[in-house]
């Protein structure tokens, strides 16, 4: 007996494990943390209150 492939079951199932694929690698995703210079941010809210003031 002959085996027939249905192409578009086929294909809705490779995009939806594509999109489950994607989904997950986004929900995992973390980002990169920088360090943050917090005295140089205070500076430069001074050096801008004093140019308007």
Known sequence: MAVTRLKRKNRKDKSKSAVRRQSLKIQ????VIKSVD?????EEF???A????
């Open 38 to 42: 917090v005295e140089k941010i205070k």
């Open 46 to 48: 001074k050096a801008k």
């Open 50 to 53: 004093g140019k308007k003031a």
């Open 28 to 31: 995992n995703f973390q980002p």
